[in-house]
């Protein structure tokens, strides 16, 4: 593998994700200089006074004019603004990447703002994070040994997939590339779900009459369960839109689980509840053993 | 507070939870002797030789014959079989409380099984716990600071309550008195379904021809989600048959629940979304911040 080395990368969004990739870069001595692009003076501020980011710069213009690779690290939301602004640029050999956790939404945006640099736009998820966000928060050991996955585009040039893989592979992660339908299949079962699903089992202790008492004594697993209903729900709504054709067959085919469940419990029969929970104990086991 | 102390105690099962009681009230010395029964000479020899316990009984009759307390700390298959055994004991005025975590099913056994009895029975339910079993598990402090509930049945007397409600405060324990049905309304809603919902949704992924791939990138809360579909799945089915009633309906509501948000999603309705997870965020959170 050629060693990464680029003049200037730059960041749009120098949170958790944006702060820790500029960390690892700088400690491997990766790039000449990375430029900032933020919204909160205070958090851009931060990334610079401690050395997580070379420049501040005004504007996206003037952050990526330069720039071999642009990093869009920002919410979901924010991201179509964004691809507005490059879409302007001189810049048109520029490589972008994002970090989003849904590609096939970034994809499509990509397709429809930015139809005539999709050569050179390579959509990323890093499987990665913390409950902690902001620069602050940034730790060069954040993508050691962790996923990131790659859905680079049909007409996606090999030279900006190869450049955006090595940027990874120097933050220590390990790429995998697939196609965005796969990566939205995964992620749905695998994540997306499951905090629907703990958000729905929390909301509904918490309409109950006997709520209080539900929330003295709720012990037994409900502390792992329930951790990720307290994650931020503006996000998760974000990724209902942006994934919501996976994500509904997912919530159809567990609503059939837990029906099938249902009637198992009415008819009593506890070898057939007993074949489940085996089968999920040792698929679970078999996982964390592998971590 | 009347300080705890009793010449002996029979501890019928001395593995996590048996051992624990038996090391912490020996540490307070708040008991004379503790008298051990267990089935595995391997796990009873471990807790002679290393204190838990002083003396083993070789068989329950024996064990029980001088007790003036005995707690049942058995896997809840074994419980009717040590019911019978303790009718035929000339120690009518034994007290005896267990450990199990569904409290309708052992009340019905005890008013069957030994219903000259009940005066001394109180059912009980520590809530404490860990994924470590057997004897050399045992920890004094394994219930400093948690909850015990108990479920005393209409003629249990005064005075066999009292007695073992000062043993779990010796144990360092908190002790609420209640219902066996409101006991077991809140533990399906705050503990059973929740691992019913874990392997649930952990065997659906095991299920499904990309398992190979949802494996691989099980992480963004996965990890916490499915840690209780590791549990034991013969002692889930158990409390699945103990506490079917109570199960089956939260089951039933959880379904609804999940169909609420099938339908919300169908007609892109992302603020009432939001709000299911603002309020599930909210109760989370402020949960978290009180324990």
């Known amino acids: 593998m050629d060693r990464f080395y680029i003049e200037q990368l730059t960041i749009i969004g120098v949170g958790l994700i944006g702060g820790s990739i500029a ?67 001189s810049n048109t050999e520029l490589v972008l990447t994002d970090v989003g956790s849904t590609k096939g939404d970034f994809k499509k945006m990509v397709e429809r703002v930015i139809p005539e640099r999709v050569g050179f736009v390579v959509p990323g998820h890093p499987i990665a994070g913390s409950e902690k966000i902001g620069a602050q ?6 993508f050691e040994g962790k996923n990131v996955v790659l859905c680079p585009l049909e007409k996606t040039k090999n030279t900006s997939i190869d450049l955006v893989q090595r940027l990874w592979q120097s933050c220590g992660a390990c790429v995998t590339k697939m196609s965005e339908q796969k990566h939205d299949k995964i992620f749905s079962a695998v994540s997306h779900l499951p905090h629907i699903v703990s958000y729905a089992l929390v909301e509904m202790m918490n309409r109950r009459e006997d709520t209080a008492d539900l929330f003295d004594f709720a012990a ?17 709504v974000d990724i209902c839109r942006a994934n919501r054709g996976a994500i ?32 999920a104990a040792i698929a679970r086991n078999n996982w964390a053993l592998k971590q």
């Open 23 to 89: 960390a690892r870069l700088k400690r491997e001595g990766a790039v000449g200089k990375v430029v900032g692009v933020g919204r909160s003076k205070k958090n851009i501020t931060f990334a610079h006074q401690h050395g997580l980011i070379d420049e501040v710069a005004i504007d996206i213009q003037q952050g990526i004019e330069r720039a071999s690779l642009v990093v869009v690290a920002v919410p979901v939301k924010q991201v179509e603004t964004i691809l507005q602004e490059i879409k302007l640029s």
């Open 248 to 279: 509904l067959e997912d919530v159809e085919s567990f609503i059939r689980s837990l029906e099938n469940i249902r009637e198992l419990l009415i008819s009593e029969d506890y070898e057939a509840i007993q074949n489940i929970f085996d089968a």
């Open 220 to 236: 037994g697993g409900f502390p792992d369960f329930s951790r990720i209903a307290g994650s931020s729900p503006e996000m998760w």
């Open 137 to 142: 928060a940034a730790d060069a050991e954040l």
